[in-house]
């Protein structure tokens, strides 16, 4: 069974309400933008959302949040990106510089990231491990991981797909 990267379930749903709080926040009529600024974090649904920028433009419906970027998923997952550009319906999107943990301690970083329908995730130069980061030294290789081109994650199907993978054992192919 595959560990659900992004968790459908976060999406808020017609009826949800947003909560935001930020220390700044400006409306551009002109535009239809709205953006926060400043210790920025965004509840909805049971899914918190926090950085240092939101911008949301109402005519596409598009929301960046940029700046130590951390989705906090209702199934556990942690999602770090220094940007990420979703939907307002948080179903597609695309996230530069991605780290994620799952509940399970699964963790899979990659250079970019995108989800379509909500459904299919892909990681571009993914690295996918369940190995624990080295207490003494975080950034030695895991014990083992999964390198590849693409990594594709399907929620529906529950599978997790890898182009051009490599298995590496102590960072070594």
Request: aromatic share 8%; net charge negative.
């Given at each position: 069974q595959a560990t659900q990267i992004f968790d459908e379930s976060n999406a808020p749903g017609e009826e949800e309400q947003l909560l935001l709080e930020s220390d700044q926040l400006t409306f551009d009529n002109d535009r239809s933008v709205v953006v926060a600024t400043g210790n920025v974090q965004i509840a909805f649904?049971?899914?918190t959302l926090v950085a240092d920028r939101v911008e949301y433009?109402?005519?596409s419906g598009r929301l960046i949040a940029t700046g130590n970027?951390?989705?906090l998923e209702p199934?556990?997952?942690r999602i770090f990106a220094q940007e990420i550009d979703i939907t307002d319906d948080f179903k597609d999107g695309?996230?530069?510089a991605l780290n994620i943990?799952?509940?399970d301690n699964t963790r899979i970083a990659a250079e970019s990231a995108e989800r379509?329908?909500?459904q299919v995730t892909t990681f571009n130069n993914g690295v996918y491990t369940a190995c624990k980061a080295c207490e003494e030294n975080p950034q030695k290789p895991p014990f083992w991981s999964i390198r590849a081109a693409k990594v594709v994650v399907n929620n529906s199907k529950k599978?997790?797909?890898?182009e051009e993978p490599t298995f590496e054992f102590f960072g070594k192919p």
């Open positions: 649904g049971e899914s433009n109402q005519q970027v951390e989705i199934s556990g997952n695309f996230v530069s943990e799952t509940a379509r329908d909500g599978t997790i797909e890898y």
